[in-house]
């Protein structure tokens, strides 16, 4: 039972564009989400946030929206650079989860010079 | 700035062994939540630690596997009679309170069983 999940294993983008990263999840009952970025032999790193009852938030280069209708969330990355090439994670939380993030699958990205 | 501290970094055992998985958490913080990573996957959860409290086990394998945090010292995922499918990347995290949805990452154990 996949509650969370990232379609896309792998997305390339060029220096200097945008990278848009996408989630989607089941359980209305999140309260947030986030994403996590990770390097190889490395533990994830929080990047950005974001409440369930809000859209947007946005974090210098990172803008996070989420689609309650949709139940869909994407993280934009503008402009990508090559220090952005890692994995991608979606999380969600919930306070009714007891406090346990599920983790999408999570998507390569790797930025081109 | 001392985040949370992982060791070993990387273990290896042979089929049979115990494998003793050590988490200290981040100054201040008192809640500890175990992941693991199996190769092509995302982070699955499997138990979250108070100081000397297991609050939610519920991603722990039912067999070989045990976590605690005590009162003094790292919080140890204890694996025993390893087998190779528990070859993996150990997450640990920690967050000041039960109701902070913001857990910092450790760098991870790597276990390697042959």
């Known amino acids: 039972d996949q509650q969370v999940k990232q379609n896309s294993p792998s997305l390339s983008v060029q220096e200097g564009r945008i990278s848009i990263l996408n989630c989607d999840y089941t359980?209305?009952?999140?309260?947030?989400f986030l994403w996590y970025k990770k390097y190889p032999a490395e533990g994830p790193t929080f990047l950005i946030s974001?409440?369930?009852?809000?859209d947007k938030n946005e974090d210098g280069r990172f803008t996070v929206f989420l689609n309650k209708s949709a139940k869909h969330l994407s993280l934009h990355i503008v402009p990508s650079q090559p220090g952005d090439s890692a994995v991608y994670f979606c999380?969600?939380?919930?306070?009714?989860?007891?406090?346990?993030?599920?983790f999408g699958q999570g998507t390569t990205l790797q930025v081109k010079p | 700035n001392a985040g949370v501290m992982q060791n070993p970094r990387h273990l290896v055992r042979r089929r049979g062994q115990e494998a003793r998985l050590r988490c200290s958490p981040m100054?201040?913080?008192?809640?500890v939540y175990w992941y693991r990573q199996l190769p092509e996957e995302g982070l699955k959860f499997m138990v979250y630690?108070?100081?000397?409290?297991?609050?939610?086990e519920s991603g722990m394998p039912k067999e070989r596997f045990s976590a605690e945090f005590p009162k003094e010292g790292p919080s140890i995922l204890r694996i025993q009679q390893v087998v190779r499918g528990d070859s993996a990347a150990y997450f640990c995290?920690?967050?000041?309170?039960?109701?902070?949805?913001?857990?910092?990452f450790g760098p991870g154990t790597r276990l390697t069983v042959t």
């Open positions: 995290a920690s967050s000041k309170a039960s109701g902070n949805y913001e857990q910092y």
């Open positions: 359980n209305s009952m999140f309260d947030y």
């Open positions: 100054k201040g913080h008192s809640h």
């Open positions: 999380a969600a939380w919930g306070s009714g989860n007891t406090g346990k993030l599920i």
């Open positions: 630690l108070q100081k000397e409290n297991i609050i939610d």
């Open positions: 974001i409440s369930s009852i809000k």
